[in-house]
């Protein structure tokens, strides 16, 4: 039985696979490497032919690195990534497995730094950092997580509110568990019931979520950012049609069965989806955010397109959750409610309106006063906000450098002024401190953005898209000329 199961989906674009791989078989140490069986799925899309020949002939050639190989090719190309290593790992027999995207460059420190924590593993996960470049192969250096040392165990419940279900979605191949964690059988559910995406994560969240995690600050990969990040997205919209979902279903819908599915295990709690955050690369933001933004968005769409619109049962469905995940958001709650209501009988200019308010009053915590929902009280000129591991007290007049404390896994090693404190330490906290100055109560302001020749062009755009029939048009173009189209319009 092999120590370790490094398990590939891929749509077979050679550079990707070719590329990946190699960067494992030219940097990994050999005794690794000869414990370790390798699995290629190969999830072919219809438009964009895969030379099967051509990638068998690869893994025949680099075969004699690996302790065995498998090559797979699906029959169907409705499969996400998720349900691509969900089919491929019914053939894994490793201790351990390693599931990997394909548009990732392994490092030789990534890959050493792998193997010593293999040879003394102390917990059954292991998460080891990453850094993103784009399409140019141009980085900022950013590290996909932050560490102040270079090693630290946390619980992986932790662990993913703190970054979020995207961003673990998106760092596939960054995780290595043992393999008796991703069940079969409760992956099978998630996806059936709750939806592919982000489905691998919310099944380790149910077997994993007290277990202690290691994280290693090595660079472990490049990962080249996705084309959406730059404004085309082409491949949801794609996957959308051909799987017959709603455009936003992963981010919304989907999301929310997968948040009740844990609420419902006893897992977690609805406390628990206002602590979560969600990070990608510069990103920070709250989980829960991002199930506003996409409702609204999907809201918008079913405006122009009757197949785009969910029906009255899923909307309920989703507004149930928001309102007891987000009872500090009542009337963004009731807005949502009355925007969904303007289907059919309301006019353009008042759907438009309501629309413009809610995501105004969405926006807000992008401004100064940044998760301002988050705040559950303040006691002298501190502030007492919700963290993923309790609460977190802050000056209130470090507003802006306090967000490193959601970022940063070992936080207060980092800044003495950050208090974290756990569900029982916060509710013995002493409160008795005063504000020294009027200053320290509500001092943050947030004055309007300043006017810029660009106005006139947004003001010209907000009034086409607001049109069924101008949004229907742009929604048909190709992908290049809607990208042209938003510089023109900035």
Same mark, same amino acid.
């Given at each position: 039985?092999?120590?370790?199961? #490094?398990?590939?989906p891929? &749509?077979?674009?050679?550079?990707n696979?070719?590329?990946? !791989? %190699? @960067?494992?078989?030219?940097?990994t *140490?050999?005794?690794?490497?000869?414990?370790?069986?390798?699995?290629?799925?190969?999830?072919?899309?219809?438009?964009?032919?895969?030379?099967?020949?051509?990638?068998?002939?690869?893994?025949?050639?680099?075969?004699?690195?690996?302790?065995?190989?498998?090559?797979?090719?699906?029959?169907?190309?409705?499969?996400?990534?998720?349900?691509?290593?969900?089919?491929?790992i019914?053939?894994?027999?490793?201790?351990?497995?390693?599931?990997?995207?394909?548009?990732?460059?392994?490092?030789?420190?990534?890959?050493?730094?792998?193997?010593?924590? #293999?040879?003394?593993?102390? &917990?059954?996960?292991?998460?080891?950092?990453?850094?993103? !470049? %784009? @399409?140019?192969?141009?980085?900022? *250096?950013?590290?996909?997580?932050?560490?102040?040392?270079?090693?630290?165990?946390?619980?992986?419940?932790?662990?993913?509110?703190?970054?979020?279900?995207?961003?673990?979605?998106?760092?596939?191949?960054?995780?290595?568990?043992?393999?008796?964690?991703l069940?079969?059988?409760?992956?099978?559910?998630?996806?059936d019931?709750?939806?592919?995406?982000?489905?691998?994560?919310?099944?380790?969240?149910?077997?994993?979520?007290?277990?202690?995690?290691?994280?290693l600050?090595?660079?472990?990969?490049?990962?080249?950012?996705?084309?959406?990040?730059?404004?085309?997205?082409?491949?949801?919209?794609?996957?959308?049609?051909?799987?017959d979902?709603?455009?936003?279903?992963?981010?919304?819908?989907?999301?929310?069965?997968?948040?009740?599915?844990?609420?419902?295990?006893?897992?977690?709690?609805?406390?628990?989806?206002?602590?979560?955050?969600?990070?990608e690369?510069?990103?920070?933001?709250?989980?829960?955010?991002?199930?506003?933004?996409?409702?609204?968005?999907?809201?918008?769409?079913?405006w122009?397109?009757?197949?785009?619109?969910?029906?009255?049962?899923?909307?309920?469905?989703?507004?149930?959750?928001?309102?007891?995940?987000?009872?500090e958001?009542?009337?963004?709650?009731?807005?949502?409610?009355?925007?969904?209501?303007?289907?059919?009988?309301?006019?353009?200019?008042?759907?438009?309106?309501?629309?413009?308010?809610?995501?105004?009053?969405?926006?807000?915590?992008?401004?100064?006063?940044?998760?301002?929902?988050?705040?559950?009280?303040?006691?002298?000129?501190?502030?007492?906000?919700?963290?993923?591991?309790?609460?977190?007290?802050?000056?209130?007049?470090?507003?802006?450098?306090?967000?490193?404390?959601?970022?940063?896994?070992?936080?207060?090693?980092?800044?003495?002024?950050?208090?974290i404190?756990?569900?029982?330490?916060?509710?013995?906290?002493?409160?008795?401190?005063?504000?020294?100055?009027?200053?320290?109560?509500?001092?943050?302001?947030?004055?309007?953005?300043?006017?810029?020749?660009?106005?006139?062009?947004?003001?010209?755009?907000?009034?086409?898209?607001?049109?069924?029939?101008?949004?229907?048009?742009?929604?048909?173009?190709?992908?290049?000329?809607?990208?042209?189209?938003?510089?023109?319009?900035?």
């Open positions: 039985m092999p120590l370790l199961s #490094l398990v590939i891929t &749509t077979g674009k050679p550079k696979l070719f590329r990946c !791989i %190699d @960067s494992i078989t030219q940097n *140490g050999a005794s690794l490497l000869k414990q370790t069986e390798l699995i290629v799925f190969i999830n072919p899309d219809p438009q964009s032919p895969v030379d099967i020949p051509g990638l068998e002939r690869y893994l025949d050639k680099i075969a004699p690195y690996f302790a065995s190989t498998q090559f797979e090719v699906s029959d169907k190309f409705e499969l996400t990534a998720e349900e691509s290593a969900y089919v491929a019914e053939k894994a027999g490793g201790d351990y497995l390693w599931v990997s995207g394909d548009k990732r460059i392994y490092l030789p420190e990534g890959l050493a730094a792998l193997e010593n924590w #293999l040879a003394s593993a102390e &917990t059954p996960c292991a998460y080891i950092n990453s850094i993103w !470049i %784009d @399409s140019n192969s141009h980085t900022e *250096g950013l590290p996909s997580v932050h560490f102040v040392g270079n090693r630290v165990s946390i619980p992986y419940k932790q662990f993913v509110m703190q970054a979020g279900v995207n961003f673990i979605s998106t760092s596939m191949g960054a995780w290595i568990f043992e393999r008796k964690y069940d079969r059988k409760i992956w099978k559910k998630v996806i019931e709750c939806g592919p995406h982000f489905s691998h994560v919310t099944t380790l969240l149910a077997t994993l979520e007290n277990e202690s995690v290691t994280c600050a090595s660079y472990f990969f490049l990962l080249e950012s996705k084309a959406y990040h730059s404004g085309n997205d082409g491949e949801w919209a794609h996957y959308a049609k051909i799987s979902t709603y455009r936003f279903y992963a981010w919304h819908l989907g999301l929310v069965r997968q948040f009740n599915f844990l609420i419902e295990t006893g897992d977690y709690t609805y406390g628990d989806v206002r602590r979560w955050m969600c990070s690369g510069k990103l920070m933001r709250r989980q829960v955010d991002e199930i506003y933004n996409h409702l609204l968005l999907q809201i918008r769409m079913g122009a397109s009757n197949r785009e619109r969910l029906n009255q049962e899923e909307f309920d469905e989703i507004m149930n959750f928001l309102e007891r995940s987000c009872p958001r009542s009337i963004l709650n009731r807005m949502l409610i009355d925007l969904y209501a303007c289907y059919g009988n309301a006019r353009r200019k008042e759907f438009t309106s309501l629309a413009t308010k809610i995501w105004l009053a969405n926006s807000l915590d992008h401004q100064e006063l940044r998760f301002s929902t988050l705040l559950v009280e303040q006691t002298g000129d501190k502030y007492v906000r919700l963290h993923p591991r309790g609460y977190i007290i802050s000056k209130v007049n470090d507003n802006l450098e306090f967000l490193l404390a959601y970022k940063l896994f070992d936080a207060p090693a980092i800044n003495t002024q950050w208090q404190l756990s569900e029982l330490e916060y509710r013995k906290m002493v409160r008795t401190h005063q504000p020294t100055s009027i200053k320290n109560i509500f001092p943050i302001e947030n004055p309007p953005p300043p006017s810029n020749p660009g106005s006139l062009k947004r003001r010209i755009a907000v009034w086409l898209y607001s049109r069924r029939s101008a949004f229907w048009l742009f929604s048909q173009l190709p992908n290049s000329t809607k990208f042209k189209l938003k510089q023109i319009f900035r």
